[in-house]
């Protein structure tokens, strides 16, 4: 099945700064979704980006299909921005579920 | 819009006991997932359902695991009988899929299993 690979593993910022995320997946995909889980474990829908890019306020992402990796940028970063990012891709072959990165746990301080 | 409901939230059983979870999905939504989150891991899909036919299981260990979607909305996920490896948060899952198209899928809160 499908490889998914997200860096950095862990990030540590100062309320303010600007970070980017990265996802790398190993096929073609026809779902690929952005989630941040919220200190209660709450999966919260950011992006559905199979490819093209996308903005909702401060947040955005880009999926460059071609080349297999999704980016997520985070500007301005509040301390409510803090958990753990997950990228989670789908390709089409195998299992039909969403198969998850092992995520980047984000840390904003005031 | 409601979003997914799952129920309990929490769950503390001895090893050996049985346990039940249950789902309601976004209505109107036909496919209905269940994930596996482990502490520190990404969710891993145990059972994906289209209306009420499971349509790939090959994830859910079928020795002590089961689950139905009786009428093609709620579901329910049973452990029987639960080891303590399965601590876990139980993740529920769904999406619509006009056409057969893959769609964007939202989750539940999820149950955290404890089995002491």
């Known amino acids: 099945g499908i490889q998914v690979e997200q860096s950095p593993p862990d990030l540590i910022l100062q309320e303010g700064a600007n970070s980017t995320l990265r996802c790398n997946f190993s096929?073609?995909?026809?779902?690929l979704q952005w989630f941040h889980q919220n200190p209660w474990g709450q999966l919260i829908n950011l992006f559905y980006i199979p490819s093209g890019t996308k903005q909702n306020g401060r947040l955005s992402a880009t999926t460059v299909a071609t080349e297999r990796y999704s980016l997520l940028y985070i500007s301005s970063s509040q301390t409510t921005d803090s958990g753990v990012y997950f990228c989670?891709?789908?390709?089409?072959?195998?299992?039909?579920?969403?198969?998850f990165g092992k995520g980047t746990h984000l840390i904003i301080q005031p | 819009e409601a979003g997914v409901v799952q129920s309990p939230r929490y769950k503390i059983i001895e090893k050996k006991q049985p346990v039940a979870f249950w789902c309601n999905p976004i209505?109107?939504?036909?496919?209905l997932y269940w994930y596996l989150q482990n502490l520190g891991q990404g969710p891993e899909l145990l059972i994906r359902y289209e209306n009420e036919e499971a349509v790939d299981d090959s994830q859910l260990p079928k020795d002590r695991f089961s689950a139905e979607r009786l009428k093609g909305v709620d579901s329910t996920l049973k452990i029987q009988p639960a080891e303590l490896g399965d601590s876990a948060v139980y993740l529920c899952?769904?999406?619509?899929?006009?056409?057969?198209?893959?769609?964007?899928?939202?989750f539940g809160p999820g149950t955290r299993l404890t089995v002491l």
């Open positions: 096929d073609s995909v026809n779902n």
């Open positions: 989670a891709a789908h390709s089409g072959g195998g299992a039909d579920g969403l198969t």
């Open positions: 209505s109107g939504h036909n496919t």
């Open positions: 899952a769904s999406s619509s899929r006009p056409g057969g198209a893959y769609n964007e899928q939202f």
